[in-house]
């Protein structure tokens, strides 16, 4: 069988399309994962208390903190996208994580304000969350709809792809800084350079995503369900969210674990230096960069679900025992190793997973479903990743148990991955029809 391969003016449009929707989802991580590259200092600055550990777990629980209002983002503003348009959503959620990116940048610490400091660094978090819980649907859903017949898990790759670029570009921001600056200077103030290079970023970004064009699909629809509809419609398919939520929990878990703990992990549990960790951290960024359009790709070849279940189980079969072995001798390559081989996984599984969970969700609720599902397991699971895994260090004394937890996330995508159907036809369960075919 061929795939009918559009004009090369056609496809070039639609790759600017992918860089503009993607774009704006670069804003969306990078300030997320360089809350937690800092979270240490930005608990001295805010939260400045006499125990060391009190003060990262409540710099942690911050950072977790806005992940609980991404529900609330995915139903209100997805709602919004699927009633008023793809385009539409994608400008105001870049509007309400900039506001957040500018306030951490420039808020005056404890010293200065006293109780409105972190009070206020909480209320940046929770705008930052709401903005977020609808981005990657909105993004991924976006990019599904403008996919090439064949291509669909290939393009919505894309949306974790650009994550991948925020990290690699946040932690040799991090790199730079632990070269340039002394750590009492990074403590002080230069945890908020990168906050202040993603302010400087924000005009380009809303330049790329002024341009977007809507997406054909959603034109066509001649029916834009109301909020209360798509409510209804929502509850009705309760049990696709939860299979939806099962499924991300492997990737929001194991994402988080390899790439915002990771500095955490290597400097405050295994006791290497934070360019060590940083760098561990953007080698990981780019492994996952790599292996998520490839795994997309194949997932558009030998469909989702076989791809789900065998990286689920390898997960399962592993993430524990590399963990186990990095804490017997933590050194900088067994760290290298072991996040490179989570990556492999994580890539793997996440590849077939996005685009997996937009073609569950019923069409006239796409977005708001998938970002629901998205949001939840991020706000109950993946977000709060590091303060789990250092709160299951701190009272078993075992630095291999965020390998337990991961096996965790791996058996609720497990179960979601024997769940979901599976057609007889391997194009139709990679989202491509026989008319397309």
Known sequence: MKTIQPPATDRAAKIKNV?????????????????GYYAAPIGRTFFPVHNPYASLMLSLATFGAGFLMRPVGAVVLGAYIDRYGRRAGLLLTLALMS??????????????????APLLILVSRLLQGFSAGVELGGVS?????????????????????????????????????????????????????????GCLIIPVLFVLRRSLA??????????????????????????????????????????????????????????????????????VGFSNFIWLPVMGSASDRFG????????????????????????????????????????FIYGSYNGAMVVALTEIMPIDVRTTGFSLAYSLATALLGGFTPAICTYL?????????????????????????LTIPRSENPLEDAGLTRQEA
């Not at 804490?327 to 190793?337: E, G, H, Q, V, W």
């Not at 390998?403 to 996330?409: T, Y």
Request: glycine content about 6%; some cysteine; charged content about 10%.
């Open 304 to 343: 989702r679900k076989p791809l789900l279940i065998a990286f689920t189980v390898l997960a399962l079969l592993t993430a524990y025992p590399a963990m186990l072995w990095l804490a017997a001798a933590p050194s900088f390559m067994r760290l290298l190793s072991v996040e490179l081989w989570l990556s």
């Open 214 to 283: 809507e997406t054909e699909v959603f034109q066509a629809r001649k029916h834009h369900p109301t909020i209360p509809q798509i409510i209804r419609t929502l509850a009705t398919n309760w049990a696709i969210v939860l299979i939806g939520m099962m499924m991300v929990a492997m990737t929001t878990i194991s994402f988080y674990l390899i790439t915002a703990y990771t500095p955490t992990f290597g400097q405050s549990e295994l006791h290497l230096t934070s360019v060590a960790s940083l760098v561990v951290t953007l080698c």
């Open 393 to 417: 260090i701190h009272i078993t004394g075992n630095r291999a148990m965020p390998g337990l937890w991961m096996s965790f996330a791996a058996v609720l995508g497990l179960v979601a991955a």
């Open 141 to 197: 859903v976006y990019l599904a709809e403008i996919a090439t017949p064949g291509h669909k898990g290939f393009y919505v790759s894309w949306q974790s792809a650009s994550q991948q670029v925020a990290v690699m570009v946040s932690a040799l921001l991090g790199v730079m800084l632990s070269w340039l600056l002394p750590p009492a200077t990074i403590d002080l103030w230069g945890w908020r350079v990168p906050f202040l290079v």
């Open 19 to 35: 860089i503009r929707v993607s774009s704006g989802n670069f804003l969306e991580m990078y300030d997320f994962i360089v809350f």
């Open 99 to 116: 506001v957040g990116t500018f306030t951490i940048a420039c808020l005056p610490g404890y010293s200065t304000l006293g109780l409105l």
